[in-house]
């Protein structure tokens, strides 16, 4: 069974430009979190989807960022413009049902993301 | 607000040794531990749960026990092994039906032999 593909693994990019990273999570599985660590802190929450529909954005940190799952399967995460404290590692992850505490959550390997 | 605060590293071992990580949280209700495990170049992996107070979380050899009076769940090992080494990520879910994981800032583990 393939895991939580992310896509690209590293990006670097200069302050002000546009990137986007890319998850695939496991098929079937309708429960998508994205989540970040900067700059070796803890890592935050960022948001969830529940098929297409975004459940919770509250850790969506400005409107800088905008996160799309179209169709319920691969998700988005675009950063326009991307700004220095921007660098971190994205993680996305995917369970089939609701509820992180019973569901077993999958993640990927990170999106190692550097602004310079 | 809430927050979880464990022990900051790098910590290095021997291996065989006796490992402990602390971990404390600051949650409103009553909320579920979780140990995180990220081997290198690798996801997070969930390496142990805790859903309630007094509950003991066990898995490859490490335990954690949710312990509600001193709101702490330390990650604990008897005898580690190279294979051990990565970071460890104290997290929790709160009870309060939202599912967002709060994390600590990890703390990476060398084992060497």
């Known amino acids: 069974e393939a895991g939580v593909t992310q896509f690209p693994s590293h990006s670097v990019i200069e302050k002000g430009q546009t990137v986007t990273l890319r998850c695939d999570p496991i098929?079937?599985?309708?429960?998508l979190y994205w989540y970040r660590r900067v700059m070796g802190k803890e890592i935050k929450f960022l948001l969830h989807?529940?098929?297409?529909?975004?459940?919770?954005e509250s850790g969506m940190p400005n409107n800088r960022f905008l996160a799309e799952r179209t169709g319920g399967t691969y998700s988005t995460l675009k950063v326009q413009p991307a700004e220095l404290e921007d660098s971190g590692v994205y993680f996305c992850?995917?369970?089939?049902?609701?509820?992180?505490?019973?569901?077993?959550?999958?993640f990927g390997s990170g999106t190692q993301l550097s602004v310079l | 607000g809430n927050s979880v605060t464990q022990m900051e590293g790098p910590v290095t071992l021997s291996e065989e040794a006796f490992l402990t990580i602390n971990c404390t949280y600051t949650?409103?209700?009553?909320?579920?531990l979780f140990w995180y495990v990220q081997y290198p170049g690798e996801g997070l992996q969930l390496l142990l749960k805790a859903t309630k107070a007094d509950d003991k979380g066990s898995n490859k050899g490490f335990e954690a026990t949710y312990r509600k009076e001193t709101t702490s769940f330390h990650l604990e090992k008897g005898s580690v092994q190279v294979s051990d080494s990565a970071v460890y990520f104290c997290a929790f879910v709160s009870n309060f039906g939202n599912e967002k994981l709060t994390f600590g800032t990890g703390t990476r583990l060398t084992i060497i032999p």
């Open positions: 949650a409103t209700g009553y909320p579920s």
């Open positions: 098929s079937g599985h309708d429960n």
């Open positions: 989807f529940v098929k297409e529909s975004k459940q919770d």
């Open positions: 992850a995917s369970s089939q049902g609701w509820g992180t505490v019973n569901e077993k959550l999958f």
